[in-house]
């Protein structure tokens, strides 16, 4: 027999994956205004950071709903809860890009100290990929799909670094040059974060349908 | 009549206030460290927040129980909702204060630059105070503070923007300091963050207190 509890759950999941999808705009969108050098791009970053924002009133709203008039225990308790909080990643991943056109308007306004762009393209793909793998794990349900996320981050980390020490370089010599360079570092530490709140979701997923905190060092099989 | 649920809450609280205490200590230790040039004091920042790890699974698991065990509504659902949002927040505070030791033992590691580091403990003073603030706010349910928490964001972000602007200043006719510079950068940014996080829990007690939802912008009287 289905439970009222199975169509909420259902209802949650389409939200959380419309508000991914507001996410994954947002990101490809700021990536796409700096490689293009299209200012105007930017604010439409900003629009779209506000239907993120109501997104995330909308979600909890509903999981409060759902807590209050349904009472679940167990499975169903656990998944609302791990709503609540990818809810909330998703959100700042959404400050995050917001962060990112600021410093990317920045840049685009000095003169351009072009070899960092490529990795911050990389950087922004995997990020991308980790935002949209980590929701499809959590609908699917897919605990090795999350896990491979988890890997995903190294790669990111190692990139964000390449940018750092890129850019630090570069400014060493360059002093004209300190406030692009440290824009381009900025982007890439948004973007770091941006691929940890993917992690952080991909554990949520991990817990939700297997029971087992992982964070903080916490073992999985 | 008294009822379990008002005992557990009461618990609840109690977890959030010591693990409260151990970010408060995270921070000025974190600080002290850095301004007191004392390597020693930073590894003391990850055993504590070793420590805040532990608390931020306690008090998840405390949340999961008492919403399976009472079907809380209304008022206590909204609190309960409320703790496992400031759990999350404290849990970055953590991450922060980390962050902050890294970047200030490579600080610490290279030729000083002096001018920044009076602000920088201005703005861990300030961070501070938002913390302990927003946590008396929830814990009294004081809804007034955490409106005034609200406002101590400006002069953190001030004195963020005041680091940032000295830092590339001095970076761009120093090239030697531009790792140092970009260290006390990094800190700034990270104590602005964990002020952002005493700000989001400034909002949830809000939320929790009154039903009204100011975040993105929704306005309180």
Known sequence: MERAIDTQIEDLKKMILLMGGHVEKALSQVTAALLSKDLGMFDQVHAIEKLINEDHIKVDNACMNLLAKQGPVAKDLR???????????????????????????????????????????????????????????????????????????????????????????????????????????????????????????????IFAFTGKDIRHGGKFG
Request: without cysteine; charged residues 30%; hydrophobic residues 40%.
């Open 79 to 205: 998944l609302i809860l791990s709503v609540i909080k990818i809810n909330n990643d998703l959100e700042r991943m959404g400050d995050q890009s917001v962060n990112i056109s600021y410093s990317g308007k920045d840049y685009l306004g000095r003169k351009p100290i072009q070899q960092q762009l490529d990795d911050i393209k990389k950087m922004s793909e995997i990020a991308g990929r980790m935002v949209k793998g980590s929701l499809d794990s959590f609908v699917r349900g897919d605990v090795q799909q999350a896990k491979d996320i988890l890997m995903m981050d190294d790669e990111i980390d190692a990139l964000k670094n390449k940018v750092f020490k890129d850019a630090v370089l570069h400014m060493k010599s360059h002093g004209e040059d300190v406030e692009a360079g440290l824009d381009l570092i900025l982007i890439a530490r948004n973007l770091e974060r941006l691929g940890d709140h993917a992690t952080n979701i991909a554990e949520d997923v």
